[in-house]
T-cell receptor
Framework: EPEVTQTPSHQVTQMGQEVILRCVPI?????FYWYRQILGQKVEFLVS????????KSEIFDDQFSVERPDGSNFTLKIRSTKLEDSAMYFC????????????FGQGTRLTVV | RKEVEQDPGPFNVPEGATVAFNCTYS??????FFWYRQDCRKEPKLLMS???SGNEDGRFTAQLNRASQYISLLIRDSKLSDSATYLC????????????????FGQGTILTVHP
C-alpha cells in the first residue's frame, strides 16, 4: 500500500537554529499538508499546499515557517529560527482530492528544540 | 465553543464491552466527517468516514446528525487491540467556501480495553 514517508523520524536542534522536515507524499496525490501535535495536545493544522502554492494556513504558520515542493516529489517544512515551543510531532499528510477523500499521514517527525 | 469537541475520557472497559464516543462540531458549513485512531506517539490513521445516513464497518458504527452538529462512534465487542485514542475529525471549508481539505481534530478520547 502506498504511504507517506517522513524524514528524519527524530530531530534535535538548538533554539534559534533552522530545521527542514522532509516528506514524500503519495505519488498521485495533489493536496499536501503539515500538521503538528504538541505532546498531550490535539493535532493542529499548519498549512495546506495545492498547485505549487499555499492554499490555506493557520495562525500558527507565521513568518518563521515556510513550505516548498522543490522537485515534484519532496514536500518540505522549514522552520527558520526554532523556539522551545516548536517542540512537537510534525505530521505530513496528502490527499488525492479534497472533500470526503482520505488523508494519509506520514509517521511523523519528532522535533525537540533544546 | 471549540471547533470540534470530544469527551477526553479515559474510557476503561472490559473486553467484549460496547462503548460509545460522542463529538460535536461548531461550524455548520463543515463538509466531511471522520473518525481517526491514534496509537501512542504514532500518526493518526483513518478508522472510518461518517455519512449522513450512518454507516457500519464490522464492529464499528458511525452516526452523523447535521442538525445537532453531532457525530458518534459505537464500538461493539471491544478487543484489547482497540485500545487507542479516537479522534473526531471534521473537514472544514476555507473562509470563502472553497475546500482545500483542512482537517480539524478534536482532542481525542482515550480508550483502554482490559482483559
Amino acid at each position: 500500500e502506498p504511504e507517506v514517508t517522513q524524514t528524519p523520524s527524530h530531530q534535535v536542534t538548538q533554539m534559534g537554529q533552522e530545521v527542514i522536515l522532509r516528506c514524500v507524499p503519495i505519488s498521485n496525490h495533489l493536496y499536501f499538508y503539515w500538521y503538528r501535535q504538541i505532546l498531550g495536545q490535539k493535532v493542529e493544522f499548519l498549512v495546506s499546499f495545492y498547485n505549487n502554492e499555499i492554499s490555506e494556513k493557520s495562525e500558527i504558520f507565521d513568518d518563521q515557517f515556510s513550505v516548498e515542493r522543490p522537485d515534484g516529489s519532496n514536500f518540505t517544512l522549514k522552520i527558520r529560527s526554532t523556539k522551545l515551543e516548536d517542540s512537537a510531532m510534525y505530521f505530513c499528510a496528502s490527499r488525492k482530492v479534497t472533500g470526503g477523500s482520505n488523508a494519509f499521514f506520514g509517521q511523523g517527525t519528532r522535533l525537540t528544540v533544546v | 465553543r471549540k471547533e470540534v469537541e470530544q469527551d477526553p475520557g479515559p474510557f476503561n472497559v472490559p473486553e467484549g464491552a460496547t462503548v460509545a464516543f460522542n463529538c460535536t462540531y461548531s461550524n455548520s458549513a463543515s463538509q466531511s466527517f471522520f473518525w481517526y485512531r491514534q496509537d501512542c506517539r504514532k500518526e493518526p490513521k483513518l478508522l472510518m468516514s461518517v455519512y449522513s445516513s450512518g454507516n457500519e464497518d464490522g464492529r464499528f458504527t458511525a452516526q452523523l446528525n447535521r442538525a445537532s452538529q453531532y457525530i458518534s462512534l459505537l464500538i461493539r465487542d471491544s478487543k484489547l487491540s482497540d485500545s487507542a485514542t479516537y479522534l473526531c475529525v471534521v473537514n472544514q471549508p476555507y473562509a470563502g467556501g472553497t475546500s482545500y481539505g483542512k482537517l480539524t481534530f478534536g482532542q481525542g478520547t482515550i480508550l483502554t480495553v482490559h482483559p
